[in-house]
DNA sequence: AAAATAGTGTCTGTCAGACAGTATTCT
DNA sequence: AGAATACTGTCTGACAGACACTATTTT
C-alpha cells in the first residue's frame, strides 16, 4: 500500500481504477482428452470479443464474495455444479491493453474435476458452455482477451505439477482404481508410463485409501481407491523421468 | 469476462470496485542472512495501520504503468534503485476485509536482488525503508495488512524453490565464486550442503560462464563466475536432498 | 482354453551423498 | 612451514526404469 497519506495516486471517483475480474480454468478428463470448459462470449449488446469462447469467469461481487478464492468457487460452481473442486490460484494477468474497455486485471484460478461430477449450466442457456479438447483449442480456436496465454500457463502449470504431484487423481470421481489413475497420467502427459514403477510409487505415497470393493470396467476387476486427503495433493520426492522432462 | 451484457454486476460509477494494488516482496541475502525490504507506513494522517512496517507496495498508476509487472518494476526502482532485479509473480490476495478501507485485492511480485546493487530509497524520507532479517521479523514485528501471510507465502516459495533451481545466484553481485554461491544456498536453506556434490550439479548445469579473473576474499582465489542469462534460472533435475525436504 | 487385464518380482545403470585426498594461496 | 581454503577423486547405497513373470477374471 502507499506510504504517503492522500497520496494524489490513491484511487477514487476521480481517478481511474483497473477493473477487476477473476477467470477460472477449469480442467478435465473427458474422452480419454485433457479438455477445458469454456464459455461462449454474447454476439449482441456492446460486449468486447462478441461471439468469442472465454475462460468462464467475471467480475468480483463486493457483496457476496469475501475473497478472490470464494469469487472462483462460486463461478465454477455456477457453470459446472461442482461444488469441491481442486482449485488453486494460478496468477494474475494485467494490462493497459488486455481488455479495450480499459486498464483491467484478472485473477485466475485453475481447477481439477471429475467430468462425471458436472452437470453443465443447468437453466438458462446452456448451449454457450462446452468442453474443448485443449489440443484442438490451442490449435483452432481464437480466444476472447488474453485468455489464450493464460490457457497456456494452465496447462504448463498442470503439466508441469503432473510429473511430480498426486494432482491427476482430483480428474477422477471416486473410487478409481490404479489402472484408471495411471491412464490420467498418461493422458495429461501426453506419453506411457511404467506400470511397475506407477504403482509402488502412488502406494509409497500414503496418500490412497483402499476402498473395500472392487471395481470391473475390464477383465480382472482392481482395486478401488479414494484419496485421504481431498485438500491438497501429495509431492513426490522425485519427479517421473528424469530423462524426459526439464 | 462476463457473459451476459449489462451485466447488473458491471462495476462503473454506481457500482462498488476492489482497489487494486501492487506490492513486492524483495529479498536479498546481507550479513550472512535472509533479509526482506520493508517501509514503515505514516503515523499521521487518516491512512490505516500507523507506523507499521508493510511490504513496499502502492495502488496501480493507470497512467504509468503498462502492465502489473511494469508496476512491479516502478515501485521497486523507487525504493531499491535497481532496475534489473529477477521478478516474479508471487500470486495474490484479495478479501472484503484485508484493508479496513473495503474490499481490496493485491497483485504481489517476489524478487531477488544482489544487496551490493541496492541504494536505499535516495532523497526524501530514507529513514522509512529497511531491510529486516527474516527470521526476526517473523519472530518479532507485526505488519500492515496481511504482509505477513504474503512474506511468509513468499519465503516458503523462495525456500522451495531453490532446492532445485539456481535461483540463489540472483542474490549475488556478479562476478561471484562458486564457494560464494554455495553460502546463499546455505543461508537461504539454512542447513549446510556438501561441496563436491554442490560442484558437479552447478558446473553441470551449464548455467555459469567462467569470468577470467578470480577473486581472492578468502586464502586461495577461486574462479569468478557470471550468469549466462540473466532472464530466467535453471531447473535442476532433481531437489536438493530427497531425505530432508518433501 | 484363450484372452485380457491386474498386480508382483528382479535386475541393472545411474547418481546423489559422503568423505578423503590434492592443489594453491596467504601469513 | 603451517594454516586456510579451492577443488577433485572415489566409493557406496538407494532407487527409477525396464521387463519378465504370476494371478484373476471374462468370454
Redesign the pocket.
Known sequence: MRTKPLSPKRPGPEFPVPYTSVDVVIFTVLEDALQVLLVQRPGDGDEPFPDCWALPGGFIDTVVDATLEDCARRKLKDKTGVSSPYLEQLGSWGSATRDPRGWSATHVYFALIPSKDVVLARGANAADVAWFSIDKVLRESRLAFDHRDILQAALERLRSKVEYTSLPAFLLPEPF????L?HVYEVVLGR??????????M??AQFLEEVGY?D????????GFRLANRSAPVV?????????GN
Chains 1, 2 share one sequence.
Open positions: 482404481t490404479l489402472p484408471q495411471q506411457a508410463v511404467d506400470k511397475s514403477g506407477f504403482r509402488t510409487r502406494l509409497s472392487t470391473g470396467e475390464s477383465n480382472r476387476p482392481a482395486k513426490f520426492p522425485r519427479t517421473f523421468s528424469p530423462r524426459g
